[in-house]
């Protein structure tokens, strides 16, 4: 089996039925399909059994996890494809035929480690957010400090879990990222872009509160990982380069700092000068 697409769910019977319908439409069929859920109350396996007949390769259990990456992993173990997707409930493929033009992806790219697509943020006035994260660049440390490689459109090679380890089940949000700081930028593996819409990504569960807990818990990973005196530096000019970034899309704006810096460097060098000459009178 070459893909197996995990999806976990928990009293979101609405949100798995609407999961499931856009897997069980892939034209493509070869794939192997696993529900974790965590024991729900609210009609969720009766979903579940619905569709049985609709997958010709489906495993599922339903009982109590101690979270959502406890449940990823339950579903990672499951797992016989080659590549994994986790596709959450709530979620859902882009198109009918995503599945086979990713795959046929895979074989386009000599199989890489992870090949990633786009994931369409849809809100719930409606709007809609493609967003590339990467976009195919160089994935660095100043990119996935601030930013990271979403995991609903991504294909992982399920190998990397034996060689990097699974998640980490004390994180409640960050995780996927932590993953992905030491499988990309502390093992050095290459992700592969295609510039496709993978996954709908439903933003309603997206408050304040998860925002501020992401911060807390890569403040966490990152001293975990790196030497403070490392993380300093990224600190002090993360944003500064962001800003300068920014900038440089747009032309004038650009010429204008830059005009603007060498003037002051031009006026701080005239001081250092004077300051110099005075010493010595």
Same mark, same amino acid.
């Given at each position: 089996?070459?893909?197996?697409?995990?999806?976990?769910?928990?009293?979101?019977?609405?949100?798995?039925?609407?999961?499931?319908?856009?897997?069980? %439409?892939?034209?493509?069929?070869?794939? $192997?399909?696993?529900?974790?859920?965590? %024991?729900?109350?609210? +009609?969720?396996?009766?979903?579940?059994? #619905?569709?049985?007949?609709?997958?010709?390769?489906?495993?599922?259990?339903?009982? &109590?996890?101690?979270?959502?990456?406890?449940?990823m992993n339950k579903g990672?173990?499951?797992?016989?494809?080659?590549?994994?997707?986790?596709?959450?409930?709530?979620?859902?493929?882009?198109?009918?035929?995503?599945?086979?033009?990713?795959?046929?992806?895979?074989?386009?790219?000599?199989? &890489? #480690?992870?090949?990633?697509?786009?994931?369409?943020?849809?809100?719930?006035?409606?709007?809609?957010?493609?967003?590339?994260?990467? %976009?195919?660049?160089?994935?660095?440390?100043?990119?996935?400090?601030?930013?990271?490689?979403?995991?609903? &459109?991504?294909y992982i090679r399920r190998?990397?879990?034996?060689?990097?380890?699974?998640?980490?089940?004390?994180?409640?949000?960050?995780?996927?990222?932590?993953?992905?700081?030491? %499988?990309?930028?502390? +093992?050095?593996?290459? /992700?592969?872009?295609?510039?496709?819409?993978?996954?709908?990504?439903?933003?309603?569960?997206?408050?304040?509160?998860?925002?501020?807990?992401?911060?807390?818990?890569?403040?966490?990973?990152?001293?975990?990982?790196? /030497?403070?005196?490392?993380?300093?530096?990224?600190?002090?000019?993360?944003? /500064?380069? $962001?800003?300068?970034?920014?900038?440089?899309?747009? /032309?004038?704006?650009?010429?204008?700092?830059?005009?603007?810096?060498?003037?002051?460097?031009?006026? $701080?060098?005239?001081?250092?000068?004077k300051s110099n000459i005075?010493?010595?009178?």
């Open positions: 089996m070459k893909l197996s697409i995990i999806t976990i769910n928990r009293n979101n019977a609405a949100g798995l039925e609407k999961t499931m319908q856009s897997v069980a %439409a892939q034209t493509y069929k070869e794939f $192997e399909y696993i529900i974790v859920d965590g %024991a729900s109350t609210d +009609g969720g396996v009766e979903v579940i059994k #619905s569709f049985e007949s609709k997958f010709g390769h489906l495993k599922w259990v339903s009982e &109590p996890d101690s979270g959502i990456y406890n449940a990672i173990r499951m797992a016989s494809g080659d590549y994994i997707q986790i596709l959450n409930s709530g979620d859902s493929l882009a198109k009918e035929d995503v599945t086979e033009r990713m795959l046929s992806a895979l074989e386009e790219t000599n199989a &890489p #480690s992870v090949l990633y697509g786009n994931m369409v943020k849809c809100f719930p006035d409606g709007y809609r957010m493609v967003d590339k994260s990467f %976009a195919g660049q160089e994935i660095t440390m100043l990119g996935m400090y601030t930013g990271t490689l979403n995991h609903d &459109p991504a190998d990397l879990f034996d060689k990097y380890g699974y998640y980490d089940e004390s994180l409640k949000i960050v995780s996927d990222w932590k993953w992905y700081l030491q %499988a990309i930028i502390l +093992g050095d593996e290459k /992700p592969k872009y295609v510039d496709m819409d993978v996954t709908l990504f439903d933003m309603t569960g997206i408050s304040e509160t998860s925002k501020e807990l992401d911060k807390e818990e890569r403040k966490k990973v990152l001293e975990q990982l790196f /030497p403070e005196a490392v993380l300093k530096d990224y600190e002090r000019y993360v944003f /500064p380069i $962001e800003q300068i970034n920014r900038l440089q899309r747009h /032309p004038w704006s650009y010429k204008m700092m830059s005009f603007l810096e060498r003037c002051l460097f031009k006026l $701080e060098k005239k001081k250092h000068k005075s010493q010595y009178k």
